[in-house]
């Protein structure tokens, strides 16, 4: 379940992230000539992503996506490779919110330092699409339903075999950060409930990541940004 400096994740996401119409119409008002929409490409205030444009983005290079025990702990889970898909739904003119349906979002190369466990088999975000919102403050929120909660599946390798964690969020939601100076969207401690699974999995997951570049994959991969 997002170039985004203000620009408005879950695994998440996990989400996070998040999927996120035409420009604005010529008028007499002098001040139309600086509209813009919630999401432009290739610059900020630049030309509108459209409805039905898909939004791409992988992990900062030289970052992870990590699930740890504690905000400031590093016990856990880390992901050298993540990456989302969204499709944007509605993009209004700004200041606005963009809505986004997040199709896709994918964990590789993960690896544990959690007492018990040898290794990471899966990382999944189930019940995808997830609703998404971006707004012009670059507030970005990955949102399940009641039918089809956020909710990630974790299968470990374990002293004893394989084990499965499922956790969700108390929320029903993840919340992100987007940034055009950066060309990002990042996820901060953002908790997840264990919803199932044994002893070794733990009680609340904290999901970080942070994604960029962000690029509208309709249009050349052109940089996203978010007014």
């Known amino acids: 379940m997002l170039r985004y400096g203000k620009i408005g994740g ?44 898909v939004i791409q983005a992988s992990l900062k290079t030289g970052t992870n996506a990590t699930f740890y025990n504690s905000t400031s702990g590093t016990t ?25 349906s997040l199709t ?16 990471v088999q899966s990382i999944a975000l189930n019940n995808l699409p997830y609703a998404t919102s971006v707004t012009s403050a670059g507030v970005v929120t990955i949102s399940g339903t009641a039918a089809a909660p956020v909710q990630s599946t974790v299968v470990l390798n374990s002293l004893l075999g394989a084990i499965t964690c499922v956790y969700r969020t108390s ?48 249009k050349g991969n052109a940089a996203v940004y978010v007014n």
């Open 10 to 53: 879950g695994l998440v996401a996990l989400a996070l992230l998040t999927g996120l119409v035409a420009g604005t119409p010529a008028s007499a008002d002098p001040s139309a000539a600086f509209a813009s929409n919630v999401l432009t490409y290739p610059t900020a205030g630049g030309t509108a992503v459209a409805v039905n444009d």
């Open 171 to 218: 929320t029903n939601s993840l919340t992100g950060t987007a940034a055009n100076a950066t060309n990002s969207i990042t996820f901060t401690n953002q908790p997840f409930t264990k919803f199932s699974g044994p002893s070794l999995c733990f009680g609340t997951a904290y999901f970080s990541a942070t994604y960029s570049p962000v690029r509208d994959s309709t």
């Open 76 to 100: 856990g889970i880390k992901c050298a490779a993540s990456s989302f898909s969204a499709k944007v739904l509605t993009n209004p003119t700004a200041p606005g919110t963009a809505t986004e």
């Open 104 to 119: 896709a979002q994918s964990f590789g190369s993960c690896t544990t330092n959690v007492f018990g466990t040898t290794g």
